[in-house]
């Protein structure tokens, strides 16, 4: 996918250089308008990186000390991260078994007097069943926050993803179906007064320089990578068409493999595969095999967070969450990217079904 981009991306980076203006400035805002547009929002702030978005929209709505977020069991870790870092506390509600996202029924089960917010994970690059999140939110006067760095262009009843919460937040780590050539990440709202905060509270807490008005932070996005998501952002569509089809060839490929579970589509949602995740039997086995012959896979993810370290004092225990447990037992990443060739994707398959 770089390949193609090359010279585009070259000629842009040149023209950053002579500019002499390296953080914020017309490339971030410009790449800001352009991906509200794409996105249905009505503002982006482009930030650091995805964490640092998910942080700072917790903190423009307030969320912090004695507040509780319900989120997956089965979510990568900086979704927990966001929270604690926010003074709030994590409170993990486990998966739909069909879909891997986070399950409403659960996350409505999950609520307290202290839940603050729910925090829906699109993960893998399927969108969450957001109308019934945000219908339990309502009902219970809770505001909603996407974790929206797997699934850029994925919808949930025709919107897309990253414009159902009050605020939002997304990745651009390199991975990402909308990937910059280092971190970057971006928060996008509908609302004015959450957007001001956010741009203020990047910069140090200053809109005006050398002027703070509230103790910020240093998350801003640069003008490098903004550009460079600005001519990617133009491929995006035609990138997660690539990857439907490619991941449409594994699920015809791989069906009859009754040793795997494969991903489901849930009913009125789109997924872009930022990630194509099989759980299977005898896992580590699997994956050696695949090495063995040239096909490297990944976990995501090996450890939940509830049994990590970093979670080790928070009174958690294993199974606990045995849904998100199975799935750190079990789950494994094919190859799939932009520019993989459909020979190859029956390759992988064909491979598996040696396999079993």
Known sequence: MHEALRQEILDYLAAFYDSNWYILGEPVQAFEADYARWNGVRHCI???????????????????????????????????????????TPVPAEPDPRTWNIDPEKAAAAITSRTK?????????????????????????????????????????????GSFGQINATSFYPTKNLGALGDAGAISTDDAALAEFARTFRN???????????????????????GILQIKLR?????????????????????????????????????????????????????????????????????????????????????????AENMARTCLSLPLYPGMRTEQVEKVCEEIRLFY
């Open 117 to 161: 917010a729910i925090m829906p994970v699109h993960l893998y690059g399927q969108a969450c069943a957001m109308d019934a999140l945000v219908a339990i939110a309502r009902q219970h006067d809770l505001r909603v926050v996407e974790d929206n760095a797997q699934a850029h262009g994925a919808r949930c009843g025709g919107r897309l993803t």
């Open 235 to 323: 491929r995006l569509d035609d990138w997660n068409q690539e990857r439907n089809l490619l991941a449409q060839i594994y699920r015809e490929g791989l069906r009859e493999v009754s040793a795997l579970a494969l991903p489901e589509v849930a009913a009125g949602c789109t997924h872009v595969w930022h990630l194509f995740v099989v759980l299977a039997e005898r896992r580590d086995a699997l994956q050696a095999h695949l090495l063995e012959r040239g096909i490297q896979t990944m976990i995501h993810y090996p450890v939940p967070p509830h049994l990590q370290k970093a979670y080790g004092g928070a009174g958690f225990r294993e199974g606990q969450f045995p849904l």
């Open 204 to 226: 140090y807490g200053s809109r005006v320089k050398y002027y703070n008005e509230m103790p910020g932070v240093n998350s801003r996005l640069d003008a490098a990578q903004a």
């Open 46 to 88: 482009g930030v650091a990186n995805g964490l640092d978005a998910l942080h700072i929209a917790l903190r423009a709505l307030r969320v912090g000390p004695g507040d509780e977020v319900i989120v997956p069991s089965n979510t990568y870790i900086a979704s927990w991260l966001a929270v604690t870092m926010a003074g709030a």
